[in-house]
């Protein structure tokens, strides 16, 4: 699993564009939830391929499954977040289920990535 960047990896690439999506979808939350969950969605999905890039730049793989894993947590608290605004009315079902979507694509491939190191280990 030999990559030159992080910027190679489908799952950074794919954490772009849910951080892209996000930040356009929270553009529409009230004003008072500036500071408040629009900030912890996007937070949480920046987050996201952030953690893929600075594992992908360590030097172990015990520390690039260590910000995997922090991705991961990353994906659930962003679902969390979104399915939050979605009862509040701040996102649609269907922008719901688009980010769900995304965020389950991404973790599938977060998921074969740890288990490739998994096997460079073994």
């Not at 922090?70 to 977040?81: I, N, V």
Request: net charge positive; hydrophobic share 40%; with cysteine.
């Amino acid at each position: 699993m030999a990559v030159a960047s992080y910027r190679e990896l489908i799952a950074w690439q794919k954490g772009i564009v849910l951080v892209t999506d996000c930040y356009r979808l929270t553009q529409a939350f009230p004003r008072q939830e500036m500071y408040g969950l629009s900030s912890q969605i996007r937070r949480a999905a920046v987050s996201i391929p952030a953690n893929i890039a600075e594992g992908q730049g360590r030097l172990t793989t015990g520390e690039f499954k260590q910000f995997l894993g922090h991705a991961r947590g990353s994906m659930f608290e962003l679902e969390s977040h979104a399915l939050i605004a979605c009862n509040l009315g701040y996102l649609s079902d269907q922008d719901t289920q688009k980010i769900a979507g995304q965020i389950h694509e991404l973790g599938k491939l977060v998921n074969g990535l740890l288990k490739a190191l998994d096997r460079k280990c073994s």
